[in-house]
């Protein structure tokens, strides 16, 4: 949370940091494992894991931010107020495990997913009560 918490100003906290599930890991990791000998099996899994790392995702008291990249950074928000509907979805394998994903979209075509996230149903309930 390094870069969110370096760009908010004094006024503003983070009300909930939105984490990456497990899955996400262990899937970069049977990647690695089966699909090792090939190079598509490396890539993958290096790519996974340089996700997880520098994926960086919040909901604040005033807009709700999503950080991406190392090297390439690319960042995405949307203000509270300017939110006109939060989309859930889980899948059968993401309801087993806990997971799921949250589509933000606001006023203007604006756009952020939170994908293969924890606790996906707090995150909405969370965001449906500082939406009203």
Request: hydrophobic letters at 45%.
């Amino acid at each position: 949370m390094r870069y969110i918490n370096s760009t908010l100003p004094d006024n503003e906290k983070i009300i909930l940091v939105v984490e990456l599930h497990w899955i996400r890991k262990f899937l970069a990791w049977f990647y690695l494992i089966f699909f090792g000998i090939f190079i598509i099996g490396i890539y993958l899994f290096v790519k996974i894991m340089i996700e997880n790392w520098t994926t960086e995702q919040a909901i604040t008291e005033k807009r709700v931010i999503k950080k991406i990249g190392w090297i390439k950074r690319s960042t995405e928000e949307i203000s509270l107020n300017r939110i006109e509907e939060v989309n859930f979805k889980q899948s059968i394998i993401q309801r087993l495990f806990g997971s799921g994903d949250i589509n933000i979209r606001g006023t203007g075509g604006g756009e952020v997913r939170f994908v293969w996230i924890e606790n996906p149903t707090q995150v909405h309930k969370t965001l449906n009560q500082l939406r009203s």
